[in-house]
């Protein structure tokens, strides 16, 4: 295991203190948390924003989308526990 060091303002290192007091965790774990936490976080929105940018890519080359109200209907339907037909993808010059 690596150690790292860090250096944390007054202000900053009295708000963990008080943070990780709170929680009821040293401010070794708190700040450890914190970083797990952040790290998840940036790995799961640069996945979102893989997929996102996949799916555009297919849009553009098909020229085909689920207009709004379509997805907003189906969307509410299986919200609500039902189990509807997906829409239909369509050119969206139509």
């Given at each position: 295991?690596?150690?790292?060091?860090?250096r944390l303002d007054d202000n900053m290192k009295e708000?963990?203190?008080a943070a990780a007091a709170s929680a009821g965790k040293s401010a070794h774990a708190f700040i450890l948390d914190a970083?797990?936490?952040t790290v998840e976080n940036f790995e799961l929105d640069r996945e979102?924003?893989?997929i996102a940018d996949e799916r555009w890519n297919g849009i553009l080359a098909s020229g085909k989308s689920v207009s709004w109200?379509?997805?907003?209907?189906?969307?509410?339907?299986r919200s609500h526990g039902?189990?509807?037909n997906?829409?239909?993808a369509r050119s969206?010059?139509?």
């Open positions: 295991m690596l150690t790292t060091t860090i708000r963990v203190a970083i797990s936490q979102f924003n893989h109200e379509d997805a907003k209907a189906y969307l509410a339907a039902e189990r509807p997906r829409p239909v969206a010059d139509h």
